[in-house]
């Protein structure tokens, strides 16, 4: 017999009522979380990474785990990649984007005590070259995350009211320039996602979603992964923006790997980029 939907749900880490839970809102703090030595594993590595991009502001670093030049480039971006493509992450994954995936990007926001840097009200798919717009962000904390020290803010279900308007900020004080500037806007509806470290929030591409200064005297870190399901076209063609100084965002040439299943869309690039492994 087949295997139904209900069927893999059972046998997964997050229950039926998790799954219709995210997409209903567009964002889970699931039961699950990593395991204590998984943790630990990763808050060295985070560590090891801040020390070896000194000249990178550590609210945002892009794709560590993608080697880079320099000391440490190579042997932490292999221990980062270890953590995306772990498959205890993956079997999370598979419940809400299905078995086919994608891993085309991760980073690390690490908001020092104090001076952390505001991320703007956004929507993720407005400046990312992925058509049609589908991923889920696996975004796990590394710190214990509160509104203190500028934890996530969603607007729960905006994923469900197709794309809200933009505009290009000039201000220095954001981690990302494309700042939302729609007036659907509803902050009313804010939920803060606070955690302890080694929980993780799940969302959507299209939630509105941002965080606010860390002001605290204890750092906020973080560590997002982004997968898509391989019936997506990550479009090497697409111009996109959104960079600013703080988090430059370059799509063109980063390598994506397909993690699980097939590539159903037939048209992603799996060799650009891959210059090291």
């Not at 954001?174 to 509803?186: A, F, G, I, T």
């Not at 605290?216 to 960079?243: K, Q």
Request: aromatic residues 8%; glycine residues 8%; contains cysteine.
């Amino acid at each position: 017999m087949a295997t139904t939907l209900s069927s893999a749900v059972r046998r997964g880490p997050l229950s039926a009522e998790e799954i219709a839970r995210y997409h209903d809102d567009g964002q889970l703090t699931p039961a699950w979380r990593l395991s204590d030595a998984l943790l630990v594993r990763m808050q060295a590595a985070l560590e090891r990474l801040v020390e070896a991009r000194p000249n990178v502001r550590p609210d945002f670093i892009a794709l560590p785990h993608v080697p880079w030049d320099g000391p440490g480039g190579v042997d932490i971006a292999r221990e980062f990649f270890e953590f995306v493509t772990h498959p205890d992450l993956l079997d999370l994954v598979e419940q809400v984007i299905g078995p086919d995936i994608v891993l085309w990007a991760s980073a690390v926001f690490c908001k020092p005590a104090g001076t952390g840097l505001e991320v703007p009200w956004h929507q993720d798919g407005q400046y990312w070259p992925i058509r049609p717009r589908a991923t889920v962000t696996a975004w796990i904390a590394l710190d214990d995350v509160g509104v203190d020290n500028g934890c996530m803010r969603v607007i729960p279900g905006s994923h469900r009211r197709g794309e809200f308007s933009h505009e290009v900020s000039d201000r220095e004080d954001l981690v990302l320039n494309n700042v939302l500037n729609d007036p659907r806007l509803d902050l009313a509806a804010l939920r803060n996602v606070e955690l302890e470290a080694g929980q993780l929030s799940l969302h959507h591409v299209d939630i509105v979603h941002g965080s606010l200064p860390n002001t605290s005297g204890r750092r906020r870190a973080g560590f997002a992964i982004r997968y898509m399901p391989a019936a997506a076209h990550y479009d090497r063609g697409i111009a996109m923006g959104g960079a600013s100084a703080t988090a430059p965002v370059e799509f063109k040439e980063r390598p994506i790997w397909l993690v699980r299943g097939v590539d159903r869309c037939g048209q992603n690039d799996f060799s650009v980029g891959h210059t090291h492994w």
